[in-house]
């Protein structure tokens, strides 16, 4: 096997183990911005368990995280809590960051 070769395969198992880590990220900071919305708006115990469950579902709607974005900004829109757009993003954003911390470290 030639070093270029190696040197291929090794950029291979880099992407794979980073697409891994932006999944479980992804997944763990919608598990955070849910229970974040949850409190919010006052859902608790099994109900909140089964909110993350519904928001950790819609971010299989499409690419990227308008999907959750969306459905969070309803829901806070139907049960009347005020956040903002912005803070509702900068939450998401500061969520992804703790998960990553928290997937990093295992």
Do not use: C, H, P
């Amino acid at each position: 096997m030639s070093t270029f070769d190696e040197r291929e395969k090794g950029f291979e198992k880099k992407f794979a183990m980073d697409q891994e880590l932006k999944f479980k990220s992804e997944a763990r900071r919608n598990k955070l911005i849910a229970a974040w919305a949850a409190e919010k708006m006052g859902i608790t115990g099994d109900d909140a368990a089964a909110y993350a469950k519904d928001v950790q579902r819609a971010d299989f709607e499409e690419a990227g995280d308008e999907d959750v974005f969306r459905k969070i900004r309803k829901d806070f829109d139907e049960k009347g809590v005020s956040v903002s757009d912005d803070e509702l993003r900068e939450t998401m954003l500061e969520k992804l960051a703790e998960a990553i911390s928290q997937v990093e470290a295992g």
